[in-house]
């Protein structure tokens, strides 16, 4: 199975062989092409610079993957590819690109979601995580709590009601004066923080549900380092105060979400995932509470070919292929998704 991301900024590929006892095993080759610097000088995505790099870099990233992999195109048997959410010029790319393909090789084609390829992503580790369980989507553009009775089966407990967990700390990295983009920045920043130098709040803990906000955080931040001497210290200092509240935000609605669905295990997945706070304090919780954590490695947190592998790869296993056309949805929820 070839899975192909270019659902925002990245070109994502991979070569995954589907094994349905141990799913990551099969994995072949991945390639990727990050077009952070592209896009650097805006502060910022463009959406039809994207469009336009991700043409650049597809094929090329696949011969990459299937040399990799040692392989031909002629020994693919499906091709698996992001139809949303996302960009629409850039899911476009990814789209023709792959239906072409498997209508040339004469095989079956996929278009995968974005976010349930996320989700997936910890099937790609040893011991990947059985359903039923709970996952926490956090990225970019989305921040989700997820109940997955089966895979496919999906039932959205949480939301955000503005920002994304990972657009705050961009954007709260962007107000302190970091290079975009600031969320993994921002996080190695904070490390050098000192405990209890600032305090945020931990937006909406103070009464049920699962959903969050955490634009109101942004402000707080702002004011804080406004009011500041803006040293570099002081930077470090607010930027763990911010970790800290988002991740302490972050584990409350998690212990919530579980305990409302009666779940005993944890997914964690999307860009925010590889935050070492957020990582470290989810084990603690769940050592405490008794619910297993799974991650994906820090690699396939961010976006990736390998988790459009295989959820494509579970997609085709259970019969589901496309149609002819291109087709891709700009928007799409996850709740809408067939049972796989
Ligand atoms: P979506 O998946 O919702 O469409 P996306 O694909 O742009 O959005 P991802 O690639 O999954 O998002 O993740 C990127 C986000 O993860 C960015 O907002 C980035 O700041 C954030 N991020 C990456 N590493 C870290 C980290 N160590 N700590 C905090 N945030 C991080
Ligand atoms: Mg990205
Ligand atoms: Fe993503």
Same mark, same amino acid.
């Given at each position: 199975?070839?899975?192909?991301?270019?659902?925002?900024?990245?070109?994502?590929?991979?070569?995954?062989?589907?094994?349905?006892?141990?799913? @990551?095993?099969?994995?072949?080759?991945?390639?990727?092409?990050?077009?952070?610097?592209?896009?650097?000088?805006?502060?910022?995505?463009?959406?039809?610079?994207?469009?336009?790099?991700?043409?650049?870099?597809?094929?090329?990233?696949?011969?990459?993957?299937?040399?990799?992999?040692?392989?031909?195109?002629?020994?693919? @048997?499906?091709?698996?590819?992001?139809?949303?959410?996302?960009?629409?010029?850039?899911?476009?790319? +990814?789209?023709?690109?792959?239906?072409?393909? #498997?209508?040339?090789?004469?095989? %079956?084609?996929? +278009?995968?979601?974005?976010?349930? +390829?996320?989700?997936? =992503?910890?099937?790609?580790?040893?011991?990947?995580?059985?359903?039923?369980?709970?996952?926490?989507?956090?990225?970019?553009?989305?921040?989700?709590?997820?109940?997955?009775?089966?895979?496919?089966?999906?039932?959205?407990? +949480?939301?955000?009601?503005?920002?994304?967990?990972?657009?705050?700390?961009?954007?709260?990295?962007?107000?302190?004066?970091?290079?975009?983009?600031?969320?993994?920045?921002?996080?190695?920043? #904070?490390?050098?923080?000192?405990?209890?130098?600032?305090?945020?709040?931990?937006?909406?803990?103070?009464?049920?549900?699962?959903?969050?906000?955490?634009?109101?955080?942004?402000?707080?931040?702002?004011?804080?380092?406004?009011?500041?001497?803006?040293?570099?210290?002081?930077?470090?200092?607010? =930027?763990?105060?911010?970790?800290?509240?988002?991740?302490?935000?972050?584990?409350?609605?998690?212990?919530?979400?579980?305990? #409302?669905?009666?779940?005993?295990?944890?997914?964690?997945?999307?860009?925010?995932?590889?935050?070492?706070?957020?990582?470290?304090?989810?084990? #603690?919780?769940?050592?405490?509470?008794?619910?297993?954590?799974?991650?994906?490695?820090?690699?396939?947190?961010?976006?990736?070919?390998?988790?459009?592998?295989?959820? @494509?790869?579970?997609?085709?296993?259970?019969?589901?292929?496309? @149609?002819?056309?291109?087709?891709?949805? %700009?928007?799409?929820?996850?709740?809408?998704?067939?049972?796989?």
């Amino acid at each position: 199975m070839l899975g192909i991301e270019t659902s925002c900024d990245e070109t994502g590929v991979a070569i995954l062989r589907w094994e349905p006892a141990a799913p @990551g095993g099969g994995l072949l080759a991945h390639a990727l092409y990050s077009q952070i610097k592209l896009h650097a000088d805006y502060g910022g995505v463009v959406p039809e610079l994207a469009s336009r790099d991700h043409v650049r870099k597809l094929l090329p990233l696949v011969r990459e993957a299937l040399a990799e992999a040692g392989m031909t195109p002629a020994d693919l @048997g499906g091709v698996a590819y992001t139809a949303g959410p996302g960009l629409v010029g850039a899911l476009l790319v +990814g789209a023709a690109a792959g239906r072409a393909l #498997a209508w040339a090789l004469g095989v %079956p084609a996929i +278009g995968v979601h974005h976010m349930e +390829g996320h989700l997936l =992503a910890p099937l790609l580790e040893e011991e990947p995580p059985q359903p039923p369980f709970v996952a926490l989507l956090v990225s970019g553009g989305h921040s989700l709590l997820v109940q997955v009775k089966a895979i496919g089966e999906y039932t959205i407990l +949480g939301d955000t009601l503005d920002d994304a967990a990972g657009e705050a700390f961009d954007k709260t990295a962007k107000m302190m004066g970091l290079p975009y983009p600031g969320g993994p920045a921002l996080a190695r920043l #904070a490390e050098q923080g000192r405990p209890g130098a600032f305090r945020f709040s931990r937006p909406m803990t103070d009464r049920p549900g699962l959903d969050f906000s955490f634009s109101g955080l942004k402000t707080q931040v702002l004011l804080a380092w406004q009011q500041s001497d803006q040293g570099e210290q002081t930077r470090a200092d607010i =930027a763990r105060a911010f970790e800290e509240a988002i991740v302490d935000t972050l584990v409350i609605k998690c212990r919530r979400a579980l305990e #409302a669905a009666g779940a005993q295990r944890l997914v964690i997945a999307g860009g925010v995932g590889a935050n070492r706070r957020l990582r470290a304090e989810l084990a #603690a919780a769940g050592e405490k509470d008794g619910f297993r954590t799974y991650f994906p490695r820090l690699a396939f947190c961010t976006d990736n070919g390998a988790m459009i592998a295989l959820a @494509g790869a579970i997609r085709l296993a259970s019969g589901q292929h496309q @149609g002819e056309a291109v087709e891709v949805r %700009p928007r799409w929820n996850l709740e809408d998704l067939p049972a796989a």
